[in-house]
């Protein structure tokens, strides 16, 4: 069975400062996919970032990118330039590849808060 | 495009009464998925659906829970005889055909059950 692990329940970062988020995972899958989702408070789920698990470079999209080290099974996002709404929850995810289960494994979350 | 609507997005049950949750997913999705999050905690998912079609319910409790997507219609979770422990946010989500990979979100039904 997979399991994900997200090993730090609460972070803080000054606005404007870099943070990462740690995620790490096992499976014994070699097709998968990886996800960061984010949660405010108005508890709506947000996709944040995606990564196949085929493709070796990382995922980027604008201030978020993703360091992917598929042998460590590990998946850290990190939050460049961080601003006052990004205070949230942040999910890590993985699911599998194979066909006929697309449901998604969720870490714990880490709650990150962003201070001006 | 409306995204995936769920209601409704509160809901207050007592001990022994039924609840009953919808979901639509995003307009030209026809796979569905429920999940519930305890406090604190993150989403455990319950099961996944198609049109007319159970996929997946490794996630469902054996008693008490059920759901259904019609031809027409919303997709229902359906609740029978809510214990306290039952209280939780049940989130859907939905996928088109050609993404399997990649859900959305709805807004969540908070239950809480007296």
């Known amino acids: 069975a997979q399991t994900v692990t997200q090993s730090q329940p609460e972070m803080s970062v000054q606005e404007a400062e870099t943070v990462t988020l740690s995620c790490t995972y096992d499976?014994?899958?070699?097709?998968?996919?990886l996800f960061w989702y984010k949660q405010p408070p108005s508890r709506q789920m947000i996709l944040v970032i995606r990564?196949?698990?085929?493709?070796?470079q990382n995922a980027t999209e604008n201030r978020f990118s993703v360091n992917f080290q598929k042998a460590a099974k590990s998946f850290s996002l990190k939050i460049s330039d961080s601003q006052l709404g990004d205070t949230a929850m942040y999910f890590c995810a993985f699911m599998k590849g194979t066909s006929g289960t697309y449901k998604y494994i969720f870490g714990t979350g880490t709650r990150l808060k962003v201070l001006a | 495009n409306a995204g995936v609507m769920q209601n409704p997005r509160h809901l207050v049950r007592r001990r022994g009464q039924e609840a009953r949750l919808r979901c639509s997913p995003m307009?030209?999705?026809?796979?569905v998925y429920w999940y519930r999050q305890l406090p604190e905690e993150g989403l455990k998912f319950m099961v996944y659906?198609?049109?007319?079609?159970?996929?997946?319910e490794s996630g469902m409790p054996k008693e008490r829970f059920s759901a259904e997507f019609p031809k027409e219609g919303p997709s229902i979770l359906r609740i029978q005889q809510v214990v306290r422990g039952d209280s939780a946010a049940y989130f859907c989500?939905?996928?088109?055909?050609?993404?399997?990979?990649?859900?959305?979100f709805g807004p969540g039904t908070r239950l809480t059950v007296t």
């Open positions: 990564q196949e698990a085929y493709k070796q």
């Open positions: 659906l198609q049109k007319e079609n159970i996929i997946d």
């Open positions: 499976t014994s899958e070699n097709n998968y996919y």
């Open positions: 989500a939905s996928s088109r055909s050609g993404d399997l990979y990649e859900q959305y």
């Open positions: 307009k030209g999705h026809s796979h």
